[in-house]
């Protein structure tokens, strides 16, 4: 017998053999992220295909407001956060910045308001003898500027006389009887008239424009004829047949129509830098002056 010993011999075997091919189980993971985003995705999609338009224009105006406030920079929008006391000035401080839980507080707050006072005017029309019998020509709801009130016509009771802004007696009755409630209300309104798609054929230079400037300025006269100090509204416009109520049917009397805002403090505010804003040719004028 030899005394040399037995040679002994390892076999290692590779973890990565067994997988058959496979790297481990990190693909699982690769394909329930994506499965996940995919629920996610296909949920979004239902859930957008069941909300009505009113739903949706509530959401995009709830996501579009903090990032429209956030890129006009306003009083106090913080892209910084705190420092510590004492610490000195904070490099990440923007001038003009706003706090946007703030901003979405005065917003919940403004909405409260305007949904406490659609209930108030619906009790009011209800009670009011005057309103009761044209309870069907007045429309109320909430859109994104304020709370709307909408007094339309119908095809056998008119507000106005035929091509005319002459204001029939049932339309000032309606208007004079509005009137307390609107200025016992601490916001601002607005008036727009609206007409239907009918052509106008008597003059050439009077058209539906003129018409329903002319129909939105002889109600707001009824309006502070029936007790509303003038300097409530804010705002009087004719958007003529460019905003139908009836979409389906440009020609329906309801499209002709009277719609008073009680505006919300973001669109009473814009407004009222729209209406302050100085003319380009003037701001032109004063930095010429001022350059000499």
């Known amino acids: 017998m030899s005394d040399s010993k037995p040679q002994i011999i390892v076999k290692r075997v590779h973890a990565g053999a067994r997988g058959g091919g496979h790297a481990g189980g990190g693909w699982k993971i690769a394909y329930a992220d994506f499965m996940t985003a995919m629920m996610a995705f296909f949920l979004v999609m239902w859930l957008l295909s069941i909300s009505s338009p009113k739903q949706r224009e509530g959401i995009a105006e709830h996501f579009r407001m903090p990032l429209r406030v956030a890129l006009a920079g306003g009083e106090k929008s913080s892209l910084s956060t705190s420092m510590i006391p004492g610490g000195g000035a904070d490099p990440m401080h923007v001038e003009g910045e706003v706090k946007l839980t703030e901003t979405a507080s005065e917003d919940e707050a403004d909405a409260a308001r305007l949904a406490d006072m659609k209930k108030k005017l619906d009790q009011l029309i209800e009670k009011s003898p005057v309103f009761q019998q044209f309870r069907s020509q007045i429309l109320i709801d909430i859109t994104t500027e304020g709370l709307r ?135 032109i004028g004063k930095a010429a002056a001022k350059a000499s």
Do not use: C
């Open 149 to 283: 009130l909408q007094i339309v016509d119908t095809e056998n009771r008119p507000m106005f006389e035929l091509a005319s802004a002459r204001v029939v007696p049932h339309m000032r009755a309606i208007l004079r009887e509005l009137a307390p409630a609107l200025n016992g209300l601490p916001n601002k309104i607005t008036l727009s008239g609206h007409t239907d798609a009918i052509v106008y054929t008597n003059d050439r230079s009077y058209g539906n424009w003129e018409l329903s400037s002319d129909r939105a300025n002889a109600s707001r006269r009824e309006l502070v004829a029936g007790g509303m100090t003038e300097d409530k509204v804010l705002r009087v416009i004719g958007l003529a047949d460019s905003m139908h109520l009836d979409k389906a049917d440009p020609r329906n009397p309801i499209n002709r129509r009277i719609s008073i805002i009680l505006l919300n403090h973001r669109t009473q505010e814009r407004i009222e830098r729209e209406n302050s804003s100085e003319p380009a040719g003037t701001r």
